[in-house]
């Protein structure tokens, strides 16, 4: 198998009081305990606060977004002024050099419902004092995603499922390798390297961009490197957004098998698809097919589908097939 990285500077932002920084509006925190100790293994956690960066103070008043939901301005909720104050680019502007610092990060996990680092979901009131029924994002995080497109990000609540708490943490460390290996070292080897590795995960999330992009890299040897990298990995982050669904993953199991048919008698195979089924139904959660699957291949596989990321996209220890 690709070796996965066993280090804990895989760096990965974090609002500042999901780490458990006292630096909400009344003084307190909001720490999560799944970033405090199942992440912090291999994440190097980058605080910030984006409301505390702009002076706003500890404690200060609570703060909401109101106006045009695709456009909103960040207030202070309780006003002694006759006017409210547009606080939205004090904000932004303390916002920037944690902005610039995202370039090297290879996630972000953010605070929900914050008006400034809401993902989504974030109230924004009219003028009436009624929320509208279109949510948004808080300030900050409408900043981080439109300036890093592909970086992972995910809200501390969310977290709470485990599809999407696995799918984060493995786009994290694709994020990563990505960087590492390719960004890092541009070559168009390195390219075909990464893809290759991620082919059968690529099949599990979006099989429409798995087939594309091996398309794409056929024929694309002699174009010019830096607009193909941005290009694939533009494509690459997007297909792996979403959770996997059981049948996606039966279906890439069943694939892998076919390396094993010349090694493996038909009864043990046998036995291997009926685990799949298992699956396949929801009466076993997906690290008991896998860790049947990758026994055989690591016994009887080649070098090539040993290499899949797919069998271990982040190290076995984090549990994280263990409820999906």
């Known amino acids: 198998m690709q070796p996965i990285s066993t280090t804990t500077d895989i760096p990965v932002g974090i609002s500042a009081c999901v780490m458990g920084e006292e630096v909400r509006f009344n003084g307190g925190h909001s720490q999560s305990r799944i970033c405090r100790d199942q992440f912090t293994s291999h994440f190097k956690f980058q605080t910030f606060c984006p409301e505390v960066a702009a002076g706003f103070g500890i404690p200060r008043p609570t703060m909401r977004l109101i106006g045009d939901p695709n456009d909103p301005t960040l207030i202070f909720s309780k006003t002694t002024n006759e006017t409210e104050e547009n606080l939205n680019q004090r904000l932004i502007d303390a916002c920037q050099p944690m902005l610039q610092r995202c370039r090297d990060l290879d996630g972000y996990i953010l605070k929900k419902d914050s008006p400034s680092c809401g993902m989504e979901r974030v109230k924004i009131y009219q003028p009436s004092g009624h929320p509208h029924e279109q949510r948004g994002a808080g300030l900050f995080a409408r900043a981080l995603m ?114 094993l048919k010349q090694s493996v008698d038909s009864t043990a195979r046998q036995a291997i698809l009926t685990v799949f089924e298992q699956y396949r139904l929801g009466e076993v959660n997906l690290i008991t097919p896998m860790t049947l699957l990758s026994h055989y291949i690591n016994q009887n596989g080649s070098d090539y589908i040993r290499a899949q990321r797919y069998l271990e996209p982040y190290p076995a220890h984090l549990g994280l097939r263990n409820q999906v």
Not at 213 to 229: C, Q, S, W, Y
């Open 146 to 259: 439109a300036q890093y497109p592909n970086l992972p990000i995910e809200e501390d609540g969310r977290l709470n499922d485990p599809q999407l708490r696995e799918n984060f943490v493995m786009r994290v460390f694709a994020h990563h390798h990505f960087r590492k290996e390719v960004v890092e070292q541009p070559s168009f080897h390195n390219l075909l390297q990464f893809h290759s590795s991620y082919k059968y995960l690529l099949m599990a999330h979006h099989q429409i961009a798995y087939r594309n992009l091996g398309k794409m890299l056929a024929v694309a040897h002699n174009e010019p490197l830096d607009p193909l990298i941005t290009t694939y990995f533009d494509q690459f982050m997007a297909a792996i957004e979403q959770p996997a669904s059981r049948g996606a993953h039966c279906n890439v199991m069943q694939h892998i098998m076919g390396y």
